[in-house]
């Protein structure tokens, strides 16, 4: 079966230290990957999408980064944190070969910038 | 690109009590329709969706609506139990800028189900 993992589960960070969250998946290949933040409120905000090895396509711009080195691996970061980066960060995939399938979430990393 | 519109932001329901959450969507091209529930603290997790060729879907206590041409789908929960409290959150698929499909999400709705 196929797992998502995310780590670490929560962080706390200096303004303008760099940032590095990796999320890795397990089970399946070629998925499409998805990194996702969730700020003050409930909302679900596309930060990052890849579909392939070091293609990787920005929503919004902001501060942060994200690379895809391999097949299952998807990074984010980011060289020098700000306060409005504080956030829950959520990595998910979904199979890039099938039609109208879920995207399955990792755990989530609560990242407070401080 | 897609749009995806949830309402309410907050319900609170007794235990026993029915929950309606409404969402809207804008891509008429859209045609997968998935409900998450996201604890505290946790990822989202999938707990119903339906496709367009449905109209209706169950799962004991959960349902979902579909309705294609006034482009809308709300989850029903009944007989509301305390484990039930979460944020929940609609979802529609569309094409993305990049001709990738991908989920838009509405803004959640948070359900407390008080004993």
């Known amino acids: 079966s196929q797992t998502i993992h995310q780590w670490p589960a929560t962080l706390v960070q200096p303004v303008g230290s760099p940032l590095s969250l990796e999320c890795t998946v397990e089970?399946?290949?070629?998925?499409?990957l998805y990194w996702y933040r969730q700020a003050a409120g409930r909302g679900l905000q596309l930060l990052f999408y890849?579909?392939?090895?070091?293609?990787i396509s920005s929503e919004v711009p902001q501060n942060l980064s994200a690379s895809r080195p391999q097949d299952r691996q998807f990074i984010l970061s980011s060289k020098k944190l700000l306060l409005s980066d504080s956030g829950f960060y959520l990595c998910?995939?979904?199979?890039?070969?099938?039609?109208?399938?879920?995207?399955?979430f990792g755990q989530g990393t609560r990242l407070t910038v401080v | 690109g897609e749009n995806v519109e949830q309402h309410p932001s907050t319900l609170s329901v007794q235990e026993g009590d029915s929950a309606v959450i409404k969402c809207t969507y804008s891509d008429s091209a859209s045609n997968y329709f998935p409900w998450y529930k996201q604890e505290l603290g946790k990822g989202p997790q999938l707990i119903i969706d339906i496709r367009s060729n449905v109209g209706e879907k169950k799962d004991q206590r959960i349902a979902v609506t579909l309705n294609k041409t006034a482009k809308h789908f709300s989850l029903h929960i009944t007989e509301t139990q305390p484990e039930d409290s979460a944020v929940y959150f609609c979802a529609a698929d569309a094409r993305n800028s990049g001709s990738a499909r991908q989920l838009t999400f509405g803004s959640g709705t948070q359900l407390t189900v008080l004993p």
């Open positions: 089970g399946t290949s070629n998925p499409n």
């Open positions: 998910a995939w979904n199979n890039r070969f099938l039609k109208n399938t879920e995207a399955f």
């Open positions: 890849s579909v392939g090895i070091g293609q």
